[in-house]
């Protein structure tokens, strides 16, 4: 049975009684798919209590962006959580995670100022404040994390080593249908016309995990053959990117020769998705052809 916990007074009270055998904490904004279930069961390898978070922070939203219609759905989670053996879902309101005055920001300049960083300004700054916040209660913790959300992590694991956190941060590897869609809470918004449109962002990084595998490095040539074919059939490009996979500074030159993170981020009908590999790290997608 998964313990229920609204207050951060009953939560921090059950974090502190997991710390002898240790916690394992995921936190996520819930409308739970397999992707968060995958983090649920690997918390579990490292911890033999995990907690996680049902908490849709409203810093991390512009004006503009789907915090309203953002997907709910507290009971199908619970069970969710149930079947993988979570052990305590933390599921607080607003105000108690915001209390009135409340004015403390975090902030992670430089890692959270690429990608996805130009186009949702202040973003970074509500999730790193929210997390910042979840391990405050939490205390010791190994976090689980999906790089799927691959700049998310990289601000959670600088802010962890910088504001020196006892926490373990995990980044476990991007769940992904069959068709290689990478799971997200977001592809409900999607009907079978776009999600079948959105294959174009699997096939595109598939198809730059191929030709790195061939031997190409040249960096404007793998950025134009993935934007020409996400082009096609998205409707607007925010970004298709190639970093530093641990800086996410821009590559120096045009050559990949070092991690390189291979980024995307592309609007699809009303629904903005975004996804990633590591060149040369990160398991080969398996895809299959967009329409
Ligand atoms: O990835 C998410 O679901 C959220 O950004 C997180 C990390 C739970 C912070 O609100």
Known sequence: MVQVLRTVHEFRVACEKAHASGLGFVPTMGAL?????ALVTEAKRHAPIVAASIFVNPTQFGPNEDLARY????????????????????????DEMYATGEQTRVAVPRVAAPLCGRFR?????????????????????????????????AVIK????????????????TVRDLDGLAKSSRNLYLSPDERACALAIPNALAEAQAAFATGERAAATT??????????????????????????????????????????????????LIDNVVLGEDARIAVAEAK
């Open 223 to 272: 950025l134009a053959r993935a934007r020409s074919r996400i082009e096609a059939v998205t409707d607007r490009i925010d970004y298709v990117d190639i970093v530093d996979a641990d800086s996410l500074e821009p590559l120096v030159g045009n050559q990949i020769d070092h991690r390189a993170l291979m980024a995307i981020a592309c609007h699809v009908g009303k629904t903005r």
């Open 121 to 153: 300004l202040g973003h970074f700054e509500g999730v790193a404040t929210v997390v910042t916040k979840l391990f405050a209660i939490t205390g010791p913790c190994t976090a689980v994390f999906g790089r799927k959300d691959y700049q998310q992590l």
């Open 71 to 94: 997907p709910r759905d507290l009971d199908g989670d619970l069970s969710k959580l149930e079947a993988v053996g979570a052990d305590i879902l933390f599921a607080p309101s607003t």
């Open 158 to 173: 600088r802010l962890v080593v910088d504001l020196c956190l006892p926490v373990q941060v995990i980044g476990f590897p």
């Open 33 to 37: 798919h397999e992707g968060h279930l």
